[in-house]
């Protein structure tokens, strides 16, 4: 395939450009978001061990939910069934200490009934480690305040697209030629550039994901925002398909009967949905009444979020109201968009996919440090061809910067995965963040100011 | 040696990407919503015709990010993209006129 040389000049500056600019980001965010995959295994293992009987069976929960809304009326409104406890939220019933806005919940207080019958209450205890690594994964490694960490995250994203389409360019006139080469007598610079072009091309598809997913992830409030801005006129309502009604109809029409029990609800769903193995019911008071919201697997299929598919359930009648994020379930539109959250998540596929997702993720940070190699070594070149005898200061710069931001990450993130295993108790939120980026920018400094080799 | 009719270069790229950014983004924004009109979407982000034009817009802004460079000048990008953006939008506001 043949490119006109000034297009491959003008991508080759843009990609080297734009590439500096996020390589290092892109770096926390793939390492960071590799390790994440486990994120759930990582919380149990550096959480402390609450001091509680073990959960009770699941068919006497109904006592338990008694006991609980009689000592603590506020948990009626919001309150999560456990179908599959674990370490850090070891009881058979959680609510938040704290009523929840948004997504994040906030610290949980966990129950169960000891042998004796009585209700035993701990407040969650957490270990952050697990939390802060995603965030470092989601924030890019950078402590923005909230509001802007996200369009932060966007802006690299995009930029990342430049990258991904600008190095597809240049990659593929050379394609037949450079694919298996691997030049590692010719001196580092090819080693780094045929490494770079092997991790690339291997992984498009993955790294076009990641891309897109994260200007998604970035920017879909504001599409929305958009969205209903243009269409939200009156005239346009009677458009308004059927399965975008608000759910809780069904639930609303009988707000006298029970709720359904928790083996009961489990057996329906068995029924409804074979193969979707439910872990948690969460139940909350919204407008219409009780809402049921279940959260669980089906390896088969892809699933919505990083760990798990969900449906709307009428918690009365058991019947499912709402099947489009229910893996396996879903209309063939929806299945469609869920592909794509599941190809950034690696929810697919069970664990197999989520080791393979830890080595495509390493593989992808690796990409971005080879690349930041290549721009120091192309800068190096040419100062040494323009008669200097030693690299200029951005040079040197970057040249100290790179390994030092990269084995600052790797470190940090060790370190306080070794704390969290080890003490967890001190492992607090502020612990957490202090030991990670003193470890980062002392890593960072090191590598900085150590003398020069000569 | 003969010259290449027009040579492509990285002069311009502020006003390439700038054009990208916000013509290109107000364009693919319309595209969104003229497309979103023909299907009769009504925006509820819970529906699945919002959802597939919001994976669009964000599709096509990277395409037009990615390839702006490709444009000979920043004021063509501005004109192309900036033209684009003024005629989908009149194109909307024209179908909602329409209907």
Redesign the interface.
């Known amino acids: 395939m043949k490119i ?1 040389s ?2 491959l ?3 080759r ?2 990609h080297s450009w734009v590439g500096i600019c996020v390589g290092l980001l892109l770096f926390v965010a793939f390492f960071a978001g590799a390790i994440s995959m486990f994120e759930q295994p990582l919380q149990n293992l550096t959480s402390p061990q609450l001091d509680m009987p073990p959960p009770l069976p699941l068919s006497r929960t109904p006592d338990l939910l008694e006991k609980i809304f009689s000592a603590y009326p506020q948990a009626r409104q919001t309150y999560t069934i456990l179908l599959a406890p674990d370490r850090s939220i070891p009881g058979r019933v959680a609510w938040p200490v704290h009523p929840p806005h948004g997504h994040d919940a906030g610290p949980m207080f966990v129950a169960t009934l000891a042998p004796d019958g009585a209700l035993v209450v701990r407040q969650q205890a957490i270990t952050p480690v697990a939390h802060f690594i995603d965030m470092l994964h989601q924030e890019l490694g950078i402590p923005l305040p909230h509001a802007i960490s996200r369009p932060f995250m966007g802006i690299i994203a ?1 930029l990342y ?2 990258a ?3 190095g597809m360019l240049l990659f593929l006139p050379t394609l037949a030629r450079n694919l298996f080469a691997f030049r590692f007598r010719e001196g580092p610079r090819k080693l780094w550039l045929d490494l770079h072009n092997l991790l690339g091309f291997f992984s498009l598809p993955f790294h076009i994901v990641m ?2 997913t994260s ?2 992830f970035a ?2 409030d504001p ?2 925002a ?3 801005r ?4 009156s ?3 009677q ?3 059927t ?2 009604r608000p759910h809780p109809i069904t639930a609303d029409q009988h707000p006298d009967a029970p709720l359904l029990t928790p083996t009961a609800l489990v057996t329906s769903l068995g029924t409804q949905a074979p193969g979707f193995v439910p872990t948690t019911l969460a139940y909350s008071q919204g407008h219409g009444g009780m809402m049921l919201r279940v959260s669980g697997q089906d390896s088969r299929y892809s699933m919505r979020g990083p760990t798990a598919g969900f449906a709307t359930v009428d918690p009365r009648s058991g019947k499912i109201l709402s099947a ?1 994020y229910l893996p396996g379930h879903q ?1 063939t ?2 299945a469609i ?1 869920t592909v ?1 959250f599941a190809l950034h998540f690696g929810s697919f596929g069970g664990n197999a996919i989520r080791w393979g997702y830890v080595v495509l993720g390493l593989a992808g940070a690796g990409m971005f440090y080879t690349g930041n190699r290549l721009w120091i070594d192309a800068r190096r070149r040419r100062e040494k061809a323009a008669g200097l005898s030693r690299d200029s200061l951005p040079t040197a710069i970057l040249a100290r910067l790179t390994p030092g931001w990269t084995a600052g990450c790797i470190s940090g993130t060790a370190i306080i995965l070794l704390l969290g295993l080890v003490k967890p108790d001190i492992m607090t939120g502020n612990a957490v963040t202090s030991v990670y980026y003193a470890v980062f920018l002392g890593s960072i400094a090191v590598f900085l100011f150590r003398p020069q080799k000569s | 040696m003969t010259r290449l009719p027009q040579t492509l270069d990285n002069r311009h790229w502020v006003a390439k990407v700038s054009a990208a950014i916000l013509a290109g983004g107000g364009m693919t924004f319309a595209i969104m919503a003229v497309l979103g009109r023909l299907i009769g979407t009504n925006g509820d982000p819970r529906s699945l015709s919002a959802q597939a034009l919001m994976w669009l817009t964000a599709i096509l802004w990277v395409l037009v990010l990615g390839t702006c460079f490709l444009f000979p000048t920043g004021r063509r990008a501005w004109a192309v993209l900036g033209g684009g953006c003024v005629v989908l939008w009149g194109l909307f506001l024209l179908l909602r006129a329409l209907s």
Do not use: M, N
């Not at chain 1, 243009?230 to 006129?233: P, Q, S």
């Open positions: 006109r000034d297009i000049r003008v991508y500056e843009v995009l697209g430049i991904l389409i600008s891309a897109l200007v998604v920017f879909h599409i929305f958009v969205q209903s243009v269409f939200g006129t005239h346009a309502s458009h308004l398909p399965h975008t489009d209309k539109g929806f968009l794509f």
